[in-house]
C-alpha cells in the first residue's frame, strides 16, 4: 500500500462524499415504486414497458458491475466515481425531455450506468481511504446504514416530491447533489488504483455482461411468463456465458473478477447475506408499497412515512452491528440478523395484513438488516486490499441480482396468487394488476368487483412475504455454517 493514504487525513469528510452519493444511487432503485402510478397514469405504459422501468435499471447495473469496478482498478477509482456522478447526474437532468414509456426506460439505463461505476467504487474507496482495521469497520457500519437508509428514504423522498410535484421531481432530485459530488470529490477523495493489473480481457467482458444480463432477464421472465423460448434461451445463455467465464478467471493471473475469493468461506457467507437480504427486502418492498397505496389508499408521502420503522430500525442498529460482532463474534451477529429479517417478514404470512403488524415486521427487518454492517466488513475482510475492487463488485452484484430476483420471484408469486384469488370470470384487465381491477370496477360501477381484487391482492401479498421469510431463514442456517466461528474483523487485515 502506498504512504499517502495510511490513515488518509481527510477520510472521514471523503466517506461523507461517499456515504451521500451511495444514499443517492439506492434511493433511486425505491423512489419510482411510489411515483409508478402516476407515471402509468401519464404516460399510460403497457405491463411489459411497466416492467421494463423498474427492471432496467437493476439489469445494466447488474450487467456493468463486474466490468466498471475492473477498469475504475485499473483507470483509477476516484476517476471512476467523478465520472459515475456525472453519468447520473446528466441522466437525472434527461428526464425532462422523456416524453414515451420508451424514453423514460432510456433515462433508467443511463442512470444504471452512473449507478454501475458509483457503486464498487465507494466500497473499496473505503477500503483504501481506512487502513486501520477498527476505523475501517465503523466506515463500513456507516456505509452499510446509508445503503439500508436508501432504501427506506427512497419512498419518502418520492411521496413528499410527489405532493408537490409531476412524477418528473422523482428523478431531477439528483441533480443538485450530483454537482456537489462531483466537486466535493475532486477536492477530498484520493486516488487509488491496482498497481500490477495485468491485460484487459476483452471477451471477458463480453461473457460477463452478457451472462449477467441473461441471468437477470431469465429470472424475471420465468416467473411473470413461465418456460417460454427466450426465457429458456436467455437462461441457457447465462449458463453458458458466466460458466466460461469463471473458468477463465480461475485460469488466468490477472482475472477480470476474482472468483478466488469464494474460496474463503467467511467472503461466500458475507456474499450469501447480501443476496438473500436484497432478494427479501426488494419483493416484499414493492407489494408493500403497492398494498399501501392501492389497499389501504395511501397517499405517495404517507406510505413512505409508512416505511419508516423499517429505516429506523436499521439506522439505529447500523452502526452499532461492528461493535456488537466485537463482543459475540461476526457469526452470531450475521445469522442472527438474516434470522431475525426472515421473521419479521415471514410473519407477515400468518398474521391478518394490517399496518400494525407491517409496521412490527417491518422494525424486525430493519433491525436484522442491520447486521448486513458486518457483511460488508467480512466480505472485505476475506479479499486483499489490491483486490478491493473485486470484492466490491461481487458484493453490488450480489445486492443488485438479489434484488432483482425478489422483484421478480416474489412478485410473480404474488401475482399468480393474485390472479388465482379472484372470480372465475374476470376480465384480462382485473387479472393483469389490481391497478387494472380498481379501473375496471370504477368504469363498471362495480365496488364488489374492487373488494374481491383487495382481498386477493392482499392475501397474495402475506404469501409472498412468508416465501421471502423461508429464503431469508435457509439463508441464516448457511451464513452459521460458513463463517469461521472465531473471525475477528478488527484483526483480518491483510
Not at 89 to 113: D, K, N
Not at 186 to 215: H, K, N, Q, Y
Request: charge should be neutral; proline fraction near 5%; glycine fraction near 12%.
Amino acid at each position: 500500500m502506498n504512504g499517502e493514504t495510511a490513515g488518509h487525513p481527510r477520510r472521514w469528510a471523503a466517506l461523507g462524499v461517499l456515504s451521500i452519493s451511495l444514499l443517492l444511487v439506492v434511493m433511486d432503485m425505491t423512489i419510482l415504486n411510489v411515483a409508478l402510478p402516476e407515471i402509468a397514469t401519464d404516460l399510460r405504459p403497457d405491463a411489459l414497458a411497466l416492467l421494463w422501468m423498474v427492471d432496467v435499471y437493476s439489469l445494466v447495473v447488474a450487467g456493468l458491475l463486474v466490468t466498471v469496478s475492473s477498469l475504475g482498478d485499473r483507470w483509477g477509482r476516484k476517476r471512476m466515481l467523478i465520472a459515475g456522478f456525472a453519468v447520473f447526474g446528466l441522466a437525472s437532468a434527461a428526464v425532462l425531455f422523456a416524453e414515451t414509456p420508451g424514453q423514460v426506460i432510456a433515462v433508467r439505463a443511463l442512470l444504471g450506468v452512473g449507478g454501475a461505476m458509483i457503486m464498487p467504487s465507494t466500497l473499496s474507496m473505503i477500503r483504501t481511504l481506512f487502513t486501520d482495521p477498527g476505523e475501517r469497520a465503523r466506515a463500513l457500519g456507516v456505509w452499510a446504514t446509508m445503503a439500508a437508509a436508501g432504501g427506506a428514504l427512497g419512498p419518502i423522498v418520492g411521496g413528499l416530491l410527489l405532493e408537490a410535484f409531476s412524477w418528473h421531481a422523482a428523478f431531477l432530485v439528483n441533480v443538485p447533489v450530483m454537482l456537489v459530488a462531483v466537486v466535493a470529490g475532486i477536492a477530498l477523495l484520493p486516488e487509488s488504483r491496482d498497481l500490477s493489473p495485468g491485460r484487459w480481457d476483452a471477451l471477458g467482458t463480453v461473457l460477463s455482461m452478457a451472462g449477467m444480463v441473461g441471468l437477470v432477464y431469465a429470472i424475471k421472465h420465468l416467473f411473470t411468463d413461465g418456460l417460454t423460448g427466450p426465457t429458456v434461451a436467455s437462461g441457457l445463455l447465462a449458463a453458458v456465458c458466466l460458466t466460461w467465464f469463471v473458468r477463465r478467471c480461475l485460469g488466468r493471473p490477472d482475472p477480470l473478477l476474482e472468483v478466488r475469493l469464494f474460496r474463503s468461506g467467511a467472503f461466500t457467507s458475507g456474499t450469501l447475506a447480501a443476496l438473500t437480504t436484497s432478494i427479501g427486502l426488494a419483493g416484499a418492498m414493492l407489494l408493500l408499497v403497492q398494498w399501501m397505496q392501492l389497499v389501504e389508499g395511501y397517499s405517495p408521502l404517507k406510505t413512505g412515512v409508512a416505511m419508516l420503522p423499517l429505516a429506523i430500525g436499521s439506522a439505529i442498529f447500523s452502526p452499532l452491528a461492528p461493535a456488537i460482532a466485537a463482543r459475540i463474534g461476526a457469526r452470531t451477529v450475521l445469522a442472527g440478523g438474516l434470522a431475525l429479517s426472515s421473521v419479521g417478514l415471514g410473519l407477515l404470512g400468518f398474521v391478518p395484513l394490517t399496518y400494525p403488524w407491517v409496521a412490527f415486521g417491518g422494525t424486525l427487518i430493519g433491525v436484522g438488516m442491520a447486521s448486513l454492517a458486518v457483511a460488508s466488513a467480512v466480505i472485505m475482510s476475506g479479499a486483499p486490499v489490491e483486490k478491493a475492487g473485486s470484492a466490491a463488485a461481487i458484493e453490488e452484484t450480489s445486492y443488485e441480482v438479489g434484488g432483482a430476483l425478489g422483484v421478480a420471484v416474489l412478485g410473480s408469486v404474488a401475482a399468480a396468487l393474485y390472479r388465482g384469488g379472484l372470480p372465475a370470470g374476470a376480465g384480462p384487465e382485473v387479472r393483469e394488476s389490481l391497478g387494472g381491477a380498481l379501473e375496471a370496477a370504477r368504469a363498471l360501477d362495480a365496488p364488489a368487483l374492487a373488494v374481491q381484487a383487495q382481498a386477493a391482492f392482499t392475501a397474495s401479498v402475506g404469501t409472498a412475504c412468508l416465501v421471502g421469510g423461508l429464503v431469508m431463514g435457509v439463508a441464516a442456517v448457511a451464513v452459521w455454517r460458513l463463517t469461521p466461528a472465531r473471525l475477528d474483523l478488527a484483526a483480518a487485515h491483510h
